[in-house]
């Protein structure tokens, strides 16, 4: 098993937990990937607008096929993508992407000292994530936490892009990924905007 792949103690998950929390964002901490989706759908309103990002972990927990499933309970914002046309609407399609009510995802790593990494080929995530979403709510396997940003980075180019490049290859015939631009949220000063369940399972990468 690869470094990148080993879960986080408890000791450390609780640290992490205490440092998030102290950076404005509302950690918290279950067993697995079924105590994972069921707080996120206690979490969001039914009838709430909602867009799910593209995340591995949220397609093996199972929460992108519950949310955007038809005759969801939600409001997703991908059967409104969908339906419109990337030549004539890109604008509109990109600020419905970037300003939903509730964006639900995953993180490339979480530092012991409380910071948020999130790398990106296109940035399509990111403006949601920093800014755009009125809540962001992110399932993090327990094996993404890292000592610090240095090492975060380390564990992007290291771990994550290889297997999102061949990720890519699969689902979008691509010669590969690329880290093109990354995002850390060091602190969030909106109050309760952003919440981070930890999961004690190996999810995503």
Known sequence: MSKWDQLA?????????????KNGIDARFVGNREEAKRLVLEFVPDGSEVMTMTSTTLETIGLSG???????KFK???DKLYAM?????????????????????SVH????????LIASNTGSQLPAY???ALTVLWVVG???IVKDTKEGLKRIYEHSLPLESERAKK???VPGSSVNKILIINKEVQPQRIALILVNEVLGF
């Open 130 to 132: 920093a800014y755009g």
């Open 76 to 78: 997703p914002v991908r």
């Open 171 to 173: 689902a979008y015939g």
């Open 66 to 72: 519950e949310i955007n499933r038809k005759k969801s």
């Open 109 to 116: 790593a979480v530092t012991e000292d409380g910071h948020v």
């Open 9 to 21: 103690n408890k000791e450390t998950i609780d640290n992490t937990i205490e440092a998030l929390k």
């Open 85 to 105: 046309d990337r030549t004539t609407q890109t604008q509109e399609m990109n600020r419905l992407g970037a300003a939903p009510e509730y964006v639900l995802g």
């Open 142 to 144: 327990a094996q993404k």
